[in-house]
């Protein structure tokens, strides 16, 4: 299964070698504190895993080449854990950790800690939270074809229902880079270029997910949202 999952990344990656969206990158936001979860939301059961670890590992299964984990609060908790997973995955993705110091300002502090930490150029970008769990091939419906004389932001609608990860090209990259709370962050960035965005219909729930609670958490487990195989 893990080496017919490789196989059509390759595929996927040849294929589209020669295209515009050459390489594609993802920043993973895991700086927060979880307060309203009570206990850090990064290493919570999600499957088999722990959900940063599921998160890094549906990366390593998806067309993403290169990923930056942002840090923050108890970060020493969870760095080993992401060095650990750099050799496990370096064969499919190279992983940065790179560390916030201001994660009290907000997820868009961390949005601008993970574009800093990119270490080659990216011509598309998922921005993805730790408590947003999403299967490797929704993050490939997502970037694959983006900005290659397509749209230049995509997000994911499930039943109708707009979800997680936003998606967008470097053209947007100096804008993500002056991103803040104060002039509400991604949010504003969206509002301000509608013309450039496509709503794409995805088949998987858990782009609507949102684990910012107990009872979030819960509900997801219990509607068996950390399997795999939840299409609807």
Known sequence: MAGSAEASRISLLNHWSGRACRVWGAILLAAGKSTRMGQLKALLPWGNTTLIEYQVQQMSRSVIQQLVVVLGYEHQRLEPVIRKLQTQYRDQLNIIIQINPDYDEGKTASIRAGLAGLTRPVKALAIIGVDQPVLAKTIDSLLLGVGDKGPEIRI???????????????RFFPELREVNEQTEGLRQIMKSNQEYIQLMEVREPQVLLNLNREEDYRKALGMGLDREDTER
């Open 156 to 170: 994911p609608v499930y039943q109708g229902k707009r979800g997680h990860p936003p998606v967008f090209t470097d």
